[in-house]
T-cell receptor
Framework: ETGVTQTPRHLVMGMTNKKSLKCEQH?????MYWYKQSAKKPLELMFVYNFKEQTENNSVPSRFSPECPNSSHLFLHLHTLQPEDSALYLCASSQDDPYSFRGNTIYFGEGSWLTVV | GQNIDQPTEMTATEGAIVQINCTYQTSGFNGLFWYQQHAGEAPTFLSYNVLDGLEEKGRFSSFLSRSKGYSYLLLKELQMKDSASYLC???????????FGRGTSLIVHP
């Protein structure tokens, strides 16, 4: 139990489907993140939310749409994905403002395995 | 951006010591992280270095040399459960958000 819970753990979707990944953190943290982990590639930062405001979008295609209704919840809405989007999607959170606090430790959830067929 | 380099795979024997190296190139260095990730699980935080030197935490130690753009993670008294991927990550520029390397897969055998 990492304090960051992701659902579903596994998702198979067709290219025309719409689905959402959900993340909830029980740590009282103020920043939340989406990362993508593909085989043979480094963890890639996708989005950052700091006190519910999106502060980073690392050139992520619009078929990925994040939503952060409050500091404890983060969603990733998926629409018309491609097979190359199949990967492990990791949600994470950190206590402090990631632009102000040195040693800002990020805590990860166990991820959602996404397969696009 | 950053360029982070670490070996793809290492093997070691139970009870031994292993050193996993990481080199990086970046501007505006804000610290270096090490994470451990077992297969199918979340990455978990191991260490954070922002000043030069060695930080020891139980069987794990992490070293940083900012002038050389170099860090290593030292694992002592290896156990089978230490078989995992070890991720080196660097924060730089205007944030303390880590950018990750590809990770080193460590295999510990009896």
């Amino acid at each position: 139990e990492t304090g960051v819970t992701q659902t579903p753990r596994h998702l198979v979707m067709g290219m025309t489907n719409k689905k959402s990944l959900k993340c909830e953190q029980h740590l009282g943290h103020n920043a939340m993140y989406w990362y993508k982990q593909s085989a043979k590639k480094p963890l890639e930062l996708m989005f950052v939310y700091n006190f519910k405001e999106q502060t980073e979008n690392n050139s992520v295609p619009s078929r990925f749409s994040p939503e952060c209704p409050n500091s404890s919840h983060l969603f990733l809405h998926l629409h018309t994905l491609q097979p190359e989007d199949s990967a492990l999607y990791l949600c994470a959170s950190s206590q402090d403002d990631p632009y102000s606090f040195r040693g800002n430790t990020i805590y990860f959830g166990e991820g959602s395995w996404l397969t696009v067929v | 951006g950053q360029n982070i380099d670490q070996p793809t795979e290492m093997t070691a024997t139970e009870g031994a010591i292993v050193q996993i190296n990481c080199t990086y190139q970046t501007s505006g260095f804000n610290g270096l992280f090490w994470y451990q990730q077992h297969a199918g699980e979340a990455p978990t935080f191991l260490s954070y270095n922002v000043l030069d030197g060695l930080e020891e935490k139980g069987r794990f130690s992490s070293f940083l040399s900012r002038s050389k753009g170099y860090s290593y993670l030292l694992l002592k008294e290896l156990q089978m459960k230490d078989s995992a991927s070890y991720l080196c990550a660097v924060a730089s520029g205007g944030s303390y958000i880590p950018t990750f390397g590809r990770g080193t897969s460590l295999i510990v055998h009896p």
